[in-house]
């Protein structure tokens, strides 16, 4: 079955280094979703993308969706200890395919 | 306040016993969804239900039963559970969309441990 796959499952940084996750999938996506899981939370829907190459900024947060259609990122600039949980991408059509999510941890 | 909420929030049961999860969504959606999430398998979705129609039902071993009686409600019926699984229970609602997914609205989970 379909399958999306993200790395790294997990990441450590300083505070104030950047930090990056990616989902891949052998398939076409109709579109991709993130969500970010605080510790003891539950997952929280971030944003949603559907077109090719498409590119959404949420203030320090980057999200992008590759020309394909296979592969999307996260990119945060200058991580905070707030920024500290479990990201994870979902992809597919009308079925939709969580990652394994990488697990961020900020040291102050 | 997350629209999802899901009772109880934790369940110690030994493994005979009989015991059901429950999941109430307030945002007039028609798609709910059980997932289980462990530290070996992050968010393993069970099932999938669309207009109270399952239409997923990802191997679950027998011992878990879903139902839903409405759009509103989901529960997850537990009997003779084994201990792996011990696990966070999250519900899940979203609208339905033929074309592509629609984002998931998740509850709090019920925190699940078996003896």
């Known amino acids: 079955g379909q399958q999306v796959m993200q790395i790294p499952q997990y990441q450590h940084v300083q505070e104030g280094e950047d930090f990056t996750t990616y989902c891949n999938s052998s398939?076409?996506?109709?579109?991709i979703q993130w969500y970010k899981q605080r510790p003891g939370g539950h997952p929280v829907f971030l944003i949603q993308?559907?077109?090719?190459?498409e590119v959404k900024k949420q203030k320090r947060l980057t999200f992008q969706f590759g020309e394909a259609k296979k592969n999307s990122s996260l990119h945060i600039t200058a991580t905070q200890t707030t920024d500290v949980g479990t990201y994870f991408c979902?992809?597919?059509?009308?079925?939709?395919?969580f990652g394994a999510g990488t697990r961020l941890t900020v040291k102050p | 306040e997350t629209g999802v909420t899901q009772t109880p929030r934790h369940l110690v049961m030994g493994m005979t016993n009989k015991k059901s999860l429950k999941c109430e969504q307030h945002?007039?959606?028609?798609?709910m969804y059980w997932y289980k999430q462990s530290a070996k398998k992050p968010l393993e979705l069970m099932f999938v239900?669309?207009?109270?129609?399952?239409?997923e039902n990802n191997s679950v071993p027998s011992r878990f039963s879903p139902e839903c009686p409405n759009s509103s409600h989901l529960f997850l019926h537990l009997h003779t559970l084994q201990p792996e699984d011990s696990a966070l229970y999250l519900c899940?609602?979203?609208?339905?969309?033929?074309?592509?997914?629609?984002?998931?609205?998740f509850g709090d989970g019920t925190r699940l441990s078996i003896l």
């Open positions: 899940a609602s979203s609208q339905v969309d033929r074309a592509r997914g629609e984002p998931q609205h």
């Open positions: 398939t076409t996506l109709s579109n």
């Open positions: 993308l559907v077109k090719s190459g």
């Open positions: 979902a992809g597919g059509n009308n079925d939709m395919r």
């Open positions: 945002l007039g959606h028609n798609a």
């Open positions: 239900y669309n207009f109270k129609e399952q239409t």
